[in-house]
Every structure is written in structure tokens, then in C-alpha cells.
């Protein structure tokens, strides 16, 4: 029997985590598949709460390394994953998108010789600048298994020489989505919470690095001010980079921006669905847009979703935020029937944890 062991550390990861781990207890025995978590994210709007929305079971290991710098960050993960590795003797580790999370596993397990496997490969931004897509790339480049979500991300590892290693069998994050959307109709009462139900409403969020500077942050304030004094009120749950430059940077009081605290992921995917435009410099939340049909208004000059932007959900409008109220107006007017066909198209049928997990258990000779 092998034994799999999922490395995660952030937000994004363990809404990844959730359908491998259903389809691996739906798959295979007891005990073929753990958890490890990293510690990168730990606060408990970022990491815990995740855990029981999403019925994740509960890591078998963290280690708790916590924030920093990232080369150090990356470090003090390879270093302990290293120690771990050696300690319980997976067979095969299997890693989630692109965070520092990930390349340091990627880099641990291949330095160890132990198979890797790359859940969500062969994205590009071709932005070198960010450090998601050296990771990625990195990641890519070190797995003996890579599972690209859509035809361009396969693809992309075809012109770098990865193809034969690469399945592709659809984008997770849609069977994240169809699961997680039905249990969010049910539990989340975010609208009612902050006072949006029945209005129209838009959803922002904004964490990199980039987008957090005081000058920057106060910037796009500015501009969601002039978008929120139309008659838009937009929910802003924060991420705590962003809410340390918050105090300095702008007065918000009236303004028609609700900031709150990062919400979990069923209230997150209720107000989504709920709002009329999404607004972010986020990955995973422009196609998580997309899927629930919401247009959306991404803060970066590239993006690793580029179908998200061809099939018309998704507008790349760059750091400066001048043209914010143009493209949101242009959002408002966008119906989601124009997608909604190419989403199987690009991202399959919500089945993908299951041929992934079968395709493992196949590849690994369980
Ligand atoms: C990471 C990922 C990014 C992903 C994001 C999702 C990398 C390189 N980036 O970025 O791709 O979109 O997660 O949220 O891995 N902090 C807390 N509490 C926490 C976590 C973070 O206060 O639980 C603060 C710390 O001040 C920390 C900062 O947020 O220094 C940044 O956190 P970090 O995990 O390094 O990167 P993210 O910006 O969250």
C-alpha cells in the first residue's frame, strides 16, 4: 500500500485539498493519504476555519512555520519537510499550485527522490516578477506527475518538454466549487450579516504585494470610494497584509466599503455568487467567479487564467486603478450566459479529484 501525503500552507490550498481528500477516503483504504500542513497561513480566518467548513480532516502534521520573508520562509519549510519526509516515509507527495508552500515540498521530495506529483500544473502568467509563477514553474519542472487543469496548461508543459508526464483531467477548483457552492445555499447568511440581501453589491479583494504599499492601497480606496458612491456598496474582506497598511492609508467611514475580516470559504463563495462584480488582484478567485457567474475585474497587469479572460468572464485592467470604474460599469452589463458554455470546455466536468486519484493509484502501482 503507498502511502500520499498533500502538502498545503495557504487559503487557496485547502479548498484544492478537500476534493483529493473525499475522492482519496471514496478510493482507497484507510490511511493511504495524510495532510501536512505547513503553518504558512495560521490565523484562524486563514487556515482552521477552512478546515471544518470544508470538512477537511484535520492535519496529521503542522509545522508551524508561520510568516516571513520568503526566502526564509521557504528555508525553515524545506528544512522541516525534510526532517518530516524522513521521518513517516511517504511514497508519494503531492503538492497544490504555486505558493512557497509548494515549491519548498516540490524541492524537498525531489531532493529526497521521493515521486511528486503537481495538482494544478502548467499555468503561466509569464510574469517572472511574481513569485507564484517561479514557483509553479519550479514545481513543474521537479514533479514526476503533473495534472494541468485546462488544454492551454497542458499545453504549456507540452513546450517545455513535460508533456509526458502530464494528464490533463480537469481543474479541481470546479469540483471545489459545485460541492462547496450547494453548502454555502444552505449555511452562509453573509448577505443578510452585512446587510446586503436583496441589493446589488461587488466583492473586492486585494493582497499582493504590489497592491499593498500605503501609496498603492490608498490608490484603488480611492477609486472603489467613487465605484461604492454609485450606489454599489462593496464587501471587502481583507487579508491581514492589507489590513496593516489599512490605518494609514485612507478614511473609510461612509463610504459604502464594508471592510471585514477574511471570510471563510462558504461566505466567501455565497457573496460571489450573490454580488455583481467581482473585483481582485487574487488567482483563484477569477475563476471561481467564473464558475459561479459573476463577472469579474482583475487589479494585475497578467494572469495565470487566461481562458477566464477569453471567454469574456474576467477583464485584466493592471495595477492603476484609472480605468476601475469603466470596467466595472462594463462587468455590470455582462450577462454570464456568454460563459457559461466554454466553462466544460476549459475546466471539464467537476469530476477532476476522482481521475486524479485513480490516475494515481494507476501511476504509483497501488
Ligand atoms: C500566499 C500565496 C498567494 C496566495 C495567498 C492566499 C505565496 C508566495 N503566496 O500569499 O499565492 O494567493 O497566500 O491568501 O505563497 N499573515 C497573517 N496571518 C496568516 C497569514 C498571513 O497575518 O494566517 C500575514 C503576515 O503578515 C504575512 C503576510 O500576511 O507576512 C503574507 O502571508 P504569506 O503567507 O507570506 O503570503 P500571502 O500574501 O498570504
Redesign the pocket.
Known amino acids: 500500500m503507498s502511502l500520499f501525503v498533500s502538502v498545503v500552507g495557504?487559503?487557496?490550498q485547502f479548498v484544492k485539498l478537500a476534493p483529493l481528500c473525499r475522492a482519496f477516503d471514496a478510493l482507497s483504504g484507510p490511511g493511504v493519504h495524510r495532510i501536512l500542513h505547513t503553518g504558512?497561513?495560521?490565523?484562524r480566518e486563514?487556515?482552521d476555519l477552512f478546515f471544518e467548513e470544508l470538512d477537511i480532516p484535520r492535519p496529521d502534521v503542522d509545522l508551524g512555520i508561520g510568516?516571513?520573508p520568503?526566502g526564509r520562509?521557504t528555508a525553515s519549510m524545506l528544512e522541516a519537510l525534510e526532517a518530516e519526509f524522513d521521518r513517516s516515509g511517504p511514497d508519494v507527495v503531492i503538492v497544490y499550485g504555486?505558493?512557497?508552500?509548494t515549491l519548498a515540498a516540490a524541492l524537498a521530495a525531489s531532493k529526497m527522490n521521493i515521486p511528486l506529483c503537481h495538482i494544478e500544473a502548467g499555468l503561466r502568467s509569464f510574469d517572472r516578477s511574481m513569485?507564484?509563477e517561479v514557483?509553479r514553474v519550479v514545481a513543474d519542472h521537479c514533479a514526476d506527475r503533473l495534472y494541468p487543469p485546462t488544454p492551454l496548461a497542458l499545453a504549456n508543459l507540452e513546450n517545455e518538454g513535460l508533456g509526458d508526464r502530464s494528464v490533463q483531467v480537469g481543474d479541481v477548483m470546479l469540483d471545489a466549487v459545485q460541492y462547496n457552492l450547494r453548502l454555502a445555499e444552505e449555511k452562509s447568511d453573509v448577505e443578510s450579516r452585512y446587510g446586503l440581501d436583496g441589493r446589488d453589491y461587488g466583492v473586492v479583494t486585494v493582497?499582493r504585494p504590489i497592491n499593498t504599499t500605503p501609496e498603492a492601497l490608498s490608490t484603488i480606496l480611492g477609486s472603489l470610494e467613487a465605484i461604492a458612491g454609485t450606489g454599489l456598496p462593496l464587501l471587502f474582506p481583507m487579508?491581514?497584509?492589507t489590513r496593516?497598511v489599512l490605518p494609514e492609508s485612507h478614511p473609510l467611514a461612509d463610504s459604502g466599503i464594508l471592510i471585514v475580516e477574511p471570510l471563510g470559504h462558504l461566505d466567501m463563495l455565497k457573496a460571489i455568487s450573490g454580488a455583481r462584480v467581482v473585483i481582485t488582484d487574487?488567482?483563484g478567485l477569477q475563476k471561481e467567479a467564473a464558475f459561479v457567474g459573476t463577472p469579474c475585474v482583475t487589479l494585475r497587469e497578467t494572469t495565470e487564467w487566461t481562458e477566464t479572460v477569453e471567454i469574456g468572464a474576467n477583464v485584466l485592467i493592471g495595477t492603476s486603478p484609472a480605468e476601475l470604474k469603466a470596467a466595472v460599469r462594463t462587468a455590470l452589463e455582462t450577462s454570464s450566459a456568454n460563459w457559461q458554455d466554454s466553462i466544460r470546455m476549459h475546466y471539464g466536468d467537476g469530476n477532476s479529484a476522482r481521475k486524479i486519484v485513480e490516475d494515481l493509484n494507476d501511476w504509483s502501482g497501488w
Open positions: 495557504a487559503r487557496p504558512q497561513h495560521y490565523d486563514m487556515s510568516s516571513g520568503h520562509q504555486d505558493t512557497n508552500s513569485p507564484e514557483n493582497h487579508h491581514p497584509r496593516a487574487s488567482g
